[in-house]
């Protein structure tokens, strides 16, 4: 049976957010079984806790944001990336703004980070959701399928732009921490140079720079 997973002890990062560009404080702690991941806002007073859950989203603009009666923190995905990848179930998060810091734009400063504070295998198992049947949403010219598999976790994923550069590429992996490390979390954010001005003009990517995104 597998069991929950947490920090040995307090992981710490500094880095600055990539829309706001505003420097940001973040502290990874150990949580009890069954808390799952929790996202603490301690620039707020009184502070914040906002869960990891689908249903907190909010915006998915160009960053994933969760919410929280008013309170948001925003860009996540490399962080909870990095907790999937390693199989951690539960750690608080504690920010000192509305961004998770973007770092050098991929997961792998916190796949560091949590490694050196350790990682810790709690009594308590593990609880998954299985998937039945298939269950497709389809977005303009996106398509997003959840189908059973028997073997874990398996993601195939494909991206298509019209940018020579990128075009059409596919990727497929059965997802468990030793390939996470070697083949997944180093994956950085990009983007164009022709789209720079119009991300400052609507609020965004205020914090990007060559050593946070490949551009």
């Known amino acids: 049976m597998l069991k ?22 973040l502290s990874l702690r150990p949580a009890p079984p069954d808390t799952g ?16 859950s689908a249903m907190a989203i909010g915006d998915t603009r160009l960053a994933s944001v969760l919410q929280k009666d008013g309170a ?3 860009t996540v995905e490399h962080l909870m990336s990095a907790c999937a990848g390693l199989g ?11 961004e998770i810091p973007i770092m050098d734009g991929s997961a792998a400063p916190f796949v ?8 810790v295998q709690q009594a308590a198992p593990r609880r998954f959701i299985e998937i039945l049947k298939p269950v497709r949403v389809v977005q303009g010219d996106s398509v997003g399928e959840l189908r059973p598999y028997a073997g874990g976790f398996r993601a195939e994923l494909e991206i298509s732009f019209a940018n020579p550069l990128i075009g059409r590429q596919a990727y497929a992996f059965d997802l468990e921490p030793a390939s996470f490390r070697r083949d997944i979390c180093r994956a950085r ?3 164009c140079v022709a789209d720079v001005n119009k ?3 609507a609020g965004y990517a205020l914090g ?8």
């Not at 991941?37 to 990891?52: G, H, S």
């Not at 951690?88 to 509305?98: F, H, L, M």
């Open 4 to 25: 929950q997973r947490t920090l040995k002890s307090i992981a710490k990062t500094v880095g600055i957010g990539l829309h706001s560009g505003r420097k940001v404080e």
């Open 112 to 119: 560091e980070a949590i490694e050196r504070a350790g990682i």
């Open 189 to 191: 954010t990009f983007g």
């Open 199 to 201: 991300l400052w003009s």
């Open 208 to 215: 990007a720079s060559l050593e946070n995104s490949v551009v």
């Open 37 to 52: 991941i929790v996202f603490c806002r301690t620039d707020l007073n009184p502070p914040v806790e906002i869960p990891a």
């Open 72 to 74: 948001r923190v925003s």
């Open 88 to 98: 951690i179930d539960k750690p608080y998060v504690d920010v000192t703004a509305e």
